[in-house]
């Protein structure tokens, strides 16, 4: 049962461009949302959060997008630059400090 | 600050073999978790701990997969015996309660594969 899915296994992005990666879950009771960034051989690294009582929470070139009525959240990196090239993650939970279930990731590639 | 210590980063063991992962998280983070993460597949949360008392560990396969963290500081995840399903990154996180807000942070894990 995959509550959290990720269905684009990878996206390539001109740099300069918009990047935009989509998130859905299924369970109703997930109150928190967060995105990880992962590079090989590293441990996922936070990258922004947003809780269901928003709908947008910015972060310099990132932006979180939540929109429950259709469990549905999105991740935004304007401009994308070739550092932003990894593995995305998004995680939900259903109360702050609670275990999180992760989504498959998706490959992001911003080409010079 | 110092991060989320893991060791080793490899290991490569014959099934029916036991293995041994240690974590030293942040100074001060009572919790700590243990995520298995298989090839293809987002990170699963196997224990988690606060200070040393378990809170969950309803995914944990307790028939090979043991986990303890005494006096409330690092931990060590054991797998005995092992088997080949079990090859993937096993993540160890800590937070210091706000994790919601700063999210985990995640160690560099180690790769373990089963042949």
């Known amino acids: 049962d995959q509550q959290v899915k990720q269905n684009s296994p990878s996206l390539s992005v001109q740099e300069g461009r918009i990047s935009i990666l989509n998130c859905d879950y299924t369970?109703?009771?997930?109150?928190?949302f967060l995105w990880y960034k992962k590079y090989p051989a590293e441990g996922p690294t936070f990258l922004i959060s947003i809780s269901s009582i928003k709908d947008k929470n910015e972060d310099g070139r990132f932006t979180v997008f939540l929109n429950k009525s259709a469990k549905h959240l999105s991740l935004h990196i304007v401009p994308s630059q070739p550092g932003d090239s990894a593995v995305y993650f998004c995680?939900?939970?259903?109360?702050?400090?609670?275990?999180?279930?992760f989504g498959q990731g998706t490959e992001l590639s911003v080409k010079p | 600050e110092a991060g989320v210590a893991q060791s080793p980063r490899y290991k490569i063991i014959e099934k029916r073999q036991s293995v041994a992962f240690w974590c030293n998280p942040i100074s001060g983070h009572a919790t700590l978790y243990w995520y298995q993460q298989i090839l293809g597949q987002g990170p699963k949360l196997l224990i988690q701990f606060q200070n040393n008392g378990v809170v969950d560990d309803s995914q944990l396969p307790k028939d090979r997969f043991s986990a303890e963290r005494l006096k409330g500081v690092d931990s060590t995840l054991k797998i005995q015996p092992a088997k080949l399903e079990d090859s993937a990154v096993y993540l160890c996180a800590s937070s210091a309660g706000e994790a919601l807000n700063y999210g985990y942070t995640f160690g560099s894990g180690t790769r373990l594969t089963v042949v």
């Open positions: 995680a939900a939970s259903a109360y702050q400090g609670g275990k999180l279930i």
């Open positions: 369970n109703s009771m997930f109150d928190y």
